[in-house]
T-cell receptor, first 111, second 113 residues
Framework: QKEVEQDPGPLSVPEGAIVSLNCTYS??????FMWYRQYSRKGPELLMY????GNKEDGRFTAQVDKSSKYISLFIRDSQPSDSATYLC???????????FGSGTQLTVLP | DARVTQTPRDKVTEMGQEVTMRCQPI?????VFWYRQTMMQGLELLAY????????DSGMPKDRFSAEMPDATLATLKIQPSEPRDSAVYFC???????????FGPGTRLTVL
């Protein structure tokens, strides 16, 4: 079993839809939780970062962490075609330490 | 505009050849990571350095892969000899300045024939 499991997708939604992306992890030692976005032929870029259970909002993006269930989510409101990318969840057991990534979910937002 | 740079962007080589990939971390960042991304395995950590010292290279096949930081502005990943199963995109990332965010480079797309 992988340490981080991510819904593989691919996911295709119409513009304006609410998107929900999810990951589960197995090791309770993971304390830091991130979402990265990766456009085709580019490196991943950090979208959201949190180290506590609960919600964190940044514009149209909301990251949710439930440590009791070992479940993390990313919600995208009012999705745009420019949101079309692969989204990777990542977890870490310590600050500035190595990340363990989910396999990624490819999202397409149709105009 | 601070960013991680990687060279070459694309590399096609034949099995058995030596491959060297280079990374320039963001100036002032003291932690450098090497990742490999494939369709089957996703993004995997190969090795990482802090203040130029290797901290963890357990994800790297030791018999053919080696990673070094000759100085604070250059990290290298070498494969010798290369094999077709090494075909992947190799990413370098750096972190520092008291922050946890890892900044990724554009990657080196390696194809071993």
């Amino acid at each position: 079993q992988k340490e981080v499991e991510q819904d593989p997708g691919p996911l295709s939604v119409p513009e304006g839809a609410i998107v929900s992306l999810n990951c589960t992890y197995s090791n309770s030692a993971f304390q830091y939780f991130m979402w990265y976005r990766q456009y085709s032929r580019k490196g991943p870029e950090l979208l959201m970062y949190t180290y506590s259970s609960g919600n964190k909002e940044d514009g149209r993006f909301t990251a949710q962490v439930d440590k009791s269930s070992k479940y993390i989510s990313l919600f995208i409101r009012d999705s745009q075609p420019s949101d079309s990318a692969t989204y990777l969840c990542a977890v870490s057991s310590g600050s500035a330490r190595q990340l363990t990534f989910g396999s990624g979910t490819q999202l397409t937002v149709l105009p | 505009d601070a960013r991680v740079t990687q060279t070459p962007r694309d590399k096609v080589t034949e099995m058995g050849q030596e491959v060297t990939m280079r990374c320039q971390p963001i100036l002032g960042h003291n932690t450098v990571f090497w990742y490999r991304q494939t369709m089957m395995q996703g993004l995997e950590l190969l090795a990482y350095f802090r203040n130029r010292a290797p901290l963890d290279d357990s994800g790297m096949p030791k018999d053919r892969f080696s990673a070094e930081m000759p100085d604070a502005t250059l990290a290298t990943l070498k494969i010798q000899p290369s094999e077709p199963r090494d075909s992947a995109v190799y990413f370098c990332a750096s972190a520092g300045g008291g922050k946890d965010e890892q900044f990724f480079g554009p990657g080196t797309r390696l194809t071993v024939l």
